[in-house]
C-alpha cells in the first residue's frame, strides 16, 4: 500500500492533485472517485485535502 497526499489544483473546482513518492498526477475529481470510491474524496472536500491509501492496481490506473 502507498499513501497519496490529495489537494485541489489552485483556480480550479474539480481538479485534483496527487503526489505518488516524488511524482504528481493531476485528474479530475470525478476519475479519483471511479478508481477509489466514494468515500476517498469526503476529505477533500470537507478539508482541502487528504491522504489515501492505494493499492498496487490503484496506482497503476493513476498513470
Excluded at 500500500?1 to 485528474?27: A, F, H, K, N
Amino acid at each position: 500500500m502507498q499513501e497519496l497526499s490529495c489537494t485541489w489544483v489552485p483556480g480550479t473546482l474539480d481538479i485534483v492533485r496527487l503526489r505518488v513518492g516524488p511524482r504528481t498526477i493531476e485528474m479530475t475529481s470525478t476519475r479519483l472517485t471511479r478508481i477509489f470510491g466514494p468515500a476517498a474524496t469526503n476529505d477533500l472536500f470537507l478539508k482541502g485535502r487528504a491522504v489515501l491509501k492505494a493499492n498496487p492496481q490503484q496506482v497503476a490506473l493513476l498513470t
